[in-house]
């Protein structure tokens, strides 16, 4: 299709880099972090006049976004409860690039969990529940990855609190489930990876990295995105660092501030200047770098990633789509 040889040419080398290096997968369809953007500041039924002016269009393509959504009085009522932290529900479909070979793409939700809400926490806070989702489906010759993530969570304040994680995994090579629950109360995680299973005691790990020391947690890697969003909305800070949660323990992940940088870019099919302000994972080995920009006119919304090994591009992920989920 691309002219390239699958033995030889650049697909069997990006087959053969993700086998040895899985987590650069990772990369491309966890880092990106596709949160509530500014339009999502509008209050219900209010809307803002910036960020809410770029709604999703009609496509042809086979992932047309659906403008319409069906929500119980228990969603709704969920829906209208974001309104104290200035966030919506959304729906956003990112395009995931090789260099010049176009992947496949990855599509966000942000909605109330079908779960509902959460008594298990404590015994006399309900929680309500929601969900950040991610499906993506990734083609190139003969290799195929579909994922299927979604981390249902709770907020106290605007912090996260995991309680789920799911992640389903059809395609070349082995299929499989990894999963994680929380016990926010005890202070552990059981995972469970593939047929293997881990316990991970986060309830001593130093969390002084949080904004607010009486509203602490560590997260999946799905529900980290979310909150990198919530921190860059408070202040752009310098520097961000989160701990997630893996089998080995609890690993602190550093957001470093870059500078800002002007990106032109089509979402919806109308193209358009972004001012943005740019951030990057902090890494021991510096052969590699992802790099992510968020647009100052959409609250910080996150309009792309780049990955680079050795200085050259490998993969990236640019917002192409957006849509609010509306509930009335």
């Not at 959304?90 to 176009?102: D, P």
């Amino acid at each position: 299709m691309y002219g390239v040889n699958p033995i030889n040419g650049s697909a069997f080398k990006w087959h053969k880099l993700l086998k040895s290096n899985p987590s650069l997968l990772l990369i491309v369809v966890l880092l990106v972090a596709l949160i509530a953007p500014h339009s999502a500041l509008a209050k219900p039924p209010m809307r803002s006049s910036g960020p809410a002016e770029i709604r999703s269009t009609s496509s042809d393509s086979e992932r047309k976004l659906d403008n319409q959504a069906v929500f119980s009085d228990i969603d709704i009522a969920a829906i209208a409860a974001l309104s104290h932290l200035d966030l919506q529900a959304f729906r956003a479909s990112y395009k995931l690039k090789y260099k010049w070979l176009e992947l496949g793409y990855g599509e966000y939700t942000f909605t109330p969990s079908p779960d509902g809400i959460s008594q298990a926490q404590s015994a006399e806070v309900a929680n309500r529940l929601y969900r950040f989702a991610l499906k993506t489906d990734l083609r190139l010759l003969l290799f195929s990855d579909q994922r299927q993530l979604y981390s249902d969570f709770y907020f106290r304040r605007d912090t996260i609190f995991p309680v789920y994680y799911r992640q389903d995994r059809q395609g070349t090579g082995k299929d499989y489930v990894d999963e994680v629950v929380f016990d926010q109360i005890n202070g552990q995680a059981n995972i469970q990876l593939r047929d293997q299973h881990y316990q991970v005691d986060f309830s001593k790990v130093d969390q002084s990295s949080q904004a607010d020391p009486h509203y602490t947690s560590v997260y999946d890697g799905l529900s980290v995105q979310f909150q990198l969003y919530l921190n860059i909305k408070r202040q752009q800070p310098d520097v961000i660092t989160l701990p997630i949660i893996e089998k080995t323990g609890v690993v602190a992940s550093r957001f470093i501030l870059q500078g800002r940088q002007q990106l032109e870019l089509a979402v919806n099919n109308e193209k358009r200047f972004f001012d943005c302000v740019v951030y990057q994972l902090d890494r021991d080995n510096e052969k590699y770098r992802t790099v992510m920009l968020f647009a100052k006119e959409l609250g910080y919304f996150p309009l792309q990633l780049i990955h680079f090994t050795d200085g050259k591009k490998q993969f990236s992920a640019i917002l192409e789509n957006y849509q609010i989920i509306d509930a009335y």
